[in-house]
């Protein structure tokens, strides 16, 4: 897809009117005036710019700002669906529950942030001087909020170099650690892998970090060493990164110096997770894959 295409520019904009306007109930005609399109090409367009509906995009958006005024206050249900341009309490909730699978009210009181859709990431929405070549280097980024279980991950484990480094090396060294779990477990591949960076002690030991290359089920006895990691209950900023593997130190760099800091999270220095689907091919062009980012909601956001 051609990133400085004029459909993608228009596409840029409408987003960015729509995260400016929360509080009106959008309709597809409204929407279809702010783009130079007809409802449905606005409708073909989009879907093939985003991979999502225009209905469903909005839909998402608004939920997803609700369940975190949910989170964040005692503001009443009734007010933040109003805020949100709902017309009504009842169908707000009733959105809310076929999205999120409880109440608004059952929601708040789990206390748990998860299904939670950011607003798509576009390069004409960072000020002039943070765009660096984001227009034709990186797409539309897709990132969500969700909390896991504690959960356990086994594998084989190692030091590397992360990303802010003086001297990196990951990019060398987490392959091999792939590599020795694959050539002991050929059928490992068949399940979806978790590859896990541990920052907890990257402070104080010169940037060297743990990362293990595994899955969340237990591996059988072999002759290398299997290692297991205890992944706490933790709330995370999950990025999709599409395309080749080469290409994730670009995608997890623009995540962090420019969404978290424009975002209601900080940074945790806990386990981030690569989390990779069944059959996953690091150098297929269309390849999907999601990292983690431990986070927690800045006070009072």
């Known amino acids: 897809m051609n990133r400085s295409s004029a459909s993608f520019q228009r596409v840029c904009k409408l987003l960015n009117y729509i995260h400016s306007n929360m509080e009106q109930a959008f309709s597809l005609d409204e929407l279809a005036q702010q783009s130079c399109w007809s409802r449905w090409q606005l409708q073909r367009v989009f879907q093939s710019e985003t991979g999502l509906s225009v209905a469903h995009y909005v839909r998402e958006i608004k939920l997803s700002a ?87 991950c086994y594998g084989v484990m190692g030091e590397i170099r992360g990303l802010f480094s003086p001297e990196p090396n990951f990019s060398q060294q987490v392959p091999k650690l792939w590599a020795r779990l694959y050539e002991s ?39 290398i060493l299997i290692e297991k990691l205890i992944i706490p209950t933790q709330i995370y900023a999950v990025i999709k990164h599409k395309g080749p593997i080469s290409g994730l130190a670009q995608t997890l760099e623009w995540f962090i110096f420019h969404w978290l800091p424009q975002s209601d999270y900080r940074g945790e220095d ?24 431990p986070v927690s909601p800045v006070t009072g956001s």
């Open 185 to 223: 477990f050929p059928d490992v591949k068949q399940y979806p892998l978790t590859g896990v960076v541990d920052v907890t002690g990257a402070s104080s030991n010169g940037h060297r970090l743990r990362y293990l290359a595994g899955v969340t089920e237990r591996l059988p006895s072999s002759e």
């Open 66 to 152: 609700a369940a975190e005024s949910l989170l964040a206050g005692s503001e009443r249900v009734i007010d933040i669906a109003i805020g949100l341009g709902f017309n009504s309490e009842m169908s707000f909730s009733r959105a809310f529950k076929q999205h999120f699978g409880v109440s608004p009210r059952s929601y708040r009181k789990q206390g748990k942030r998860y299904g939670l859709r950011k607003p798509l990431l576009t390069p004409i929405s960072l000020p002039t001087e943070s765009r660096l070549e984001t227009e034709t280097a990186l797409p539309l980024i897709e990132v969500r909020v969700e909390t896991t279980s504690d959960f356990d």
């Open 270 to 293: 806990g386990f981030e997770l690569e989390r990779y689907p069944q059959g996953y091919d690091c150098q297929d062009l269309d390849a999907e894959m999601e990292y983690w980012l």
